[in-house]
């Protein structure tokens, strides 16, 4: 019973923040060492239910997103009976390029590797290796890192003065993808976190950014997560179906209010906050992690 509990808890915090410029790969790593949910030796039960979560959370934001992910992936079967709706086709179609381009990270994740860390054959392996205890400072430090973009993209949004856009363009969209590679390899770099820097050194409006991080960045979370939980079941490891569910009923419960309200949030004055927030929340990790290991030595 307190398995479940620490599951649902592990899920209920951190699915959220997969929706939010804050990592939601640092808190569970920060909790799942608090909460003992597993142990150095047990990478593979860390991955698989990180990995859990962060589809669960990518199902609700293609649910939130289905208009624009339809009118992307239908482009290339729509007619072009005039000018108006050649013109709709085009704009479509170029959207699509540019969501296929977010998916360049998930590709790049599936080559194989051979690094001295434990357990790691292919790069998609680095993430949840650091997800361990033993690398709390490395999350702390990019939780610091996170909240210092934050920053740097608020300070350079209040004083451009080129027209903003609703939409990414292609070189915003490239170099979207460029920064969430970071992401995809480091827990406590986040993928709204960086890919709103991005929209904003981008001159995208303030009104677009979460639409457009969420849109570009969740089909490669959705992919790189598969695979995870693709490799491990084929890999032979044992998975509870009722803490597998438990999983996914507290990453539902915790993001969908997240992510309803993202539609009605002015991320310009909620940015300091997170930026803020995830400078704190690296040092707690810090302070936390320090402690422990003088703890044992002790």
């Given at each position: ?80 009976r ?14 699509l390029?540019?969501?296929s ?21 292919y ?34 949004a ?38 709103a ?102």
């Amino acid at each position: 019973m307190i398995s479940y509990l620490k599951t649902f808890l592990l899920a209920l915090i951190s699915a959220p923040f997969a929706a939010l410029p804050v990592s939601h790969g640092a808190h569970f790593a920060f909790l799942s060492d608090v909460l003992h949910f597993a142990g150095p030796e047990q990478s593979d039960r860390r991955g698989f239910y990180y990995a859990v979560i962060s589809v669960t959370f990518s199902l609700v934001a293609f649910v939130a997103l289905r208009k624009l992910y339809f009118a992307a992936l239908s482009a290339p079967f729509l007619p072009e009976r005039d000018a108006a709706a050649r013109s709709a086709k085009r704009a479509r179609l170029r959207r699509l390029l540019h969501l296929s381009l977010s998916v360049l990270p998930a590709l790049v994740l599936v080559i194989p590797v051979q690094l001295p860390l434990k357990n790691v054959s292919y790069l998609v392996d680095v993430f949840v290796s650091l997800l361990g205890p033993d690398y709390l400072l490395v999350t702390a430090f990019c939780c610091a890192a996170n909240g210092l973009f934050l920053f740097i993209s608020f300070w350079y949004a209040a004083r451009r003065t080129v027209p903003a856009v609703q939409a990414a363009r292609t070189p915003g969209v490239l170099r979207f993808a460029v920064y969430q590679v970071p992401a995809h390899f480091l827990p406590g770099l986040s993928h709204v976190g960086l890919g709103a820097t991005n929209l904003l050194l981008t001159d995208v409006a303030q009104t677009g950014i979460v639409r457009e991080a969420l849109f570009y960045y969740t089909p490669a979370l959705f992919l790189v997560n598969v695979v995870r939980i693709v490799r491990y079941l084929v890999g032979g490891l044992v998975v509870d179906p009722r803490m597998a569910a438990v999983a996914v009923g507290g990453a539902l419960l915790g993001c969908i209010p997240v992510v309803a309200l993202l539609s009605r949030i002015n991320l310009k004055k909620t940015f300091i906050f997170f930026a803020l927030y995830s400078i704190v929340f690296g040092g707690a990790i810090a302070v936390y992690a320090f402690w422990d290991v003088l703890r044992t030595m002790i």
